[in-house]
């Protein structure tokens, strides 16, 4: 199982940014994606999943109405769609997939937000 993320980097509060993640190594169809993140001094936390079929579910409160994720599951690919960010959205964001019992992880992407 392999999760590649890209397309973190530097945004000015307020603006947007579109975080994608790469997988391959098992049925991407089959399986529920999800995004972390984690600020630096506290602990990684669920920021939305997303189903097989492709809808979102679980969205945390502090993204809630900014953030939206979606999936290609001809590319075996999801993406976390970010507006509106703020200072406080700075973290390291990770996909993650469980599979066969495992929770498995990307290797993360930074998003500093800038004030």
């Known amino acids: 199982v392999q999760l590649v993320e890209s397309g973190g980097g530097t945004v000015q509060s307020g603006g947007s940014m579109r975080l994608s993640c790469a997988t391959s190594g098992f049925a991407f169809d089959s399986h529920v994606m999800q995004w972390f993140r984690q600020a630096p001094g506290k602990e990684r936390e669920a920021v939305a999943s997303?189903?097989?079929?492709?809808?979102?579910?679980a969205v945390a409160d502090p993204v809630k109405g900014r953030f939206s994720v979606s999936r290609d599951n001809s590319k075996k690919t999801v993406d976390l769609q970010m507006t509106s960010l703020k200072a406080e959205d700075t973290a390291v964001y990770y996909c993650s997939v469980v599979w066969s019992g495992r929770r498995y992880w990307g290797q993360g992407t930074q998003v500093t937000v800038s004030s």
């Open positions: 997303i189903t097989r079929a492709g809808d979102p579910f």
